[in-house]
């Protein structure tokens, strides 16, 4: 059973930094794609930014220029570097991973950002 486990968040002021990790528990090259979705109070769950297993990545226009997600396959662990962050960021992210065809998603439990104004 694939287990994802986030890390990272916290309370951090406008203009700040953040950098999340999810570390996966077996190796993360059987994964298609690996992505970054984020769930603001009240609101659904949205793609923040998406890496394939070739390294090709995708970003949500918000989080353009800002963000930048990464992976690293020897330590199984896929990463989102937060810069520049705003208070519209304020949301629980998740972690996940896609395998096989049809793709069968796996999710981790989230971690919470707050940016402060």
């Known amino acids: 059973q694939v287990q994802l486990v986030e890390s990272g968040g916290g309370l951090v002021q406008a203009g700040g930094s953040l950098r999340l990790s999810c570390a996966a528990s077996g190796s993360i090259f059987s994964f298609n794609a690996m992505g970054w979705y984020r769930q603001a109070p009240g609101k659904q769950r949205v793609l923040v930014a998406v890496?394939?297993?070739?390294?090709?990545?995708n970003y949500v226009d918000s989080v353009k220029g800002r963000f930048t997600i990464s992976r690293d396959n020897a330590n199984n662990t896929m990463y989102l570097q937060m810069n520049s962050l705003k208070p519209e960021d304020t949301a629980v992210y998740y972690c996940n991973a896609k395998r096989g065809i049809p793709p069968m998603n796996y999710w981790g439990k989230g971690t919470l950002v707050t940016v402060s104004s």
């Open positions: 890496i394939s297993s070739g390294g090709i990545t």
